[in-house]
């Protein structure tokens, strides 16, 4: 069974900076499309950004573009997501997931259990 590790959340201060690690065993990421996706207590799920298979593309949901960014370490089987200028509206629990698909187009079926990222003064 898939199963992901997220790793690298916590306590950082508004204008702050994290990195967030996503790996798995067993199976080999490289080919597969990876999203992280966040969840506010009281709020849905929402997807935050998605690397394509081989890393062909990326893409960011409107609220995070030029603060967070996606990537993959092939060597680690593992993706990160690069968290900078953060935001108190940043916080939530994020988990990464795939859907054993090459593009983020479809559906995500494999999910983490999370990371908790709190930006608070």
């Known amino acids: 069974q898939l199963q992901f590790v997220e790793s690298g959340g916590g306590l950082v201060q508004p204008g702050g900076s994290l990195r967030l690690s996503c790996t798995t065993s067993?199976?080999?990421?490289?080919?597969?499309?990876i999203g992280w996706v966040r969840q506010a207590p009281g709020k849905e799920r929402e997807g935050v950004s998605c690397?394509?298979?081989?890393?062909?593309?990326?893409n960011y949901t409107r609220s995070v573009k030029g603060r967070l960014a996606i990537r993959r370490d092939s060597a680690a089987n593992t993706v990160y997501l690069l968290m900078m200028n953060l935001k108190s509206e940043d916080t939530g629990s994020y988990s990464c997931?795939?859907?054993?698909?090459?593009?983020?187009?479809?559906?995500?079926?494999?999910w983490g259990q999370g990371t908790q990222v709190t930006v608070s003064s």
């Open positions: 997931g795939t859907g054993l698909w090459a593009t983020c187009d479809r559906e995500f079926s494999f």
């Open positions: 067993g199976v080999n990421l490289t080919d597969y499309a």
């Open positions: 690397i394509s298979g081989r890393s062909t593309y990326t």
